[in-house]
């Protein structure tokens, strides 16, 4: 059974820093594309960045400011999140990848708001 379980999301002034986490289980870890996605309210979701074995991509809102890395000896993927505004607030998502095999976690909320 594969798990995707994101965690970190919260309650962020303007200018704030999070770092989300997602730990997968069931799955070759080392062996998917990771990647994270969000969903504002009446947005459709968009991708914020993924990591693959040959490097990273960054949508071009969050590049400078969100860094997506892994730890493949704890199946983790983090989301660190820097300079956050009010328009990144979302659902956050985590999506593992490979081949035709896509999964989803339930989503983390972030919120940026003074």
């Known amino acids: 059974q594969v798990q995707l379980v994101e965690s970190g999301g919260g309650v962020v002034q303007p200018g704030g820093s999070l770092r989300l986490s997602c730990a997968a289980s069931?799955?070759?870890?080392?062996?998917?594309?990771m990647g994270w996605y969000r969903q504002a309210p009446e947005k459709q979701r968009e991708l914020v960045a993924i990591?693959?074995?040959?490097?990273?991509n960054y949508a071009d809102s969050v590049k400078g400011r969100f860094t997506i890395s892994r730890d493949n000896s704890k199946n983790t993927v983090y989301l660190q999140m820097n300079s956050l505004k009010p328009e990144d607030t979302a659902v956050y998502f985590c999506?593992?990848?490979?081949?035709?095999?896509?999964?989803w976690g339930q989503g983390t909320q972030v919120t940026v708001s003074s």
């Open positions: 990591i693959t074995s040959d490097g990273t």
């Open positions: 069931g799955i070759f870890f080392s062996t998917y594309v």
């Open positions: 999506n593992a990848q490979h081949w035709r095999s896509s999964y």
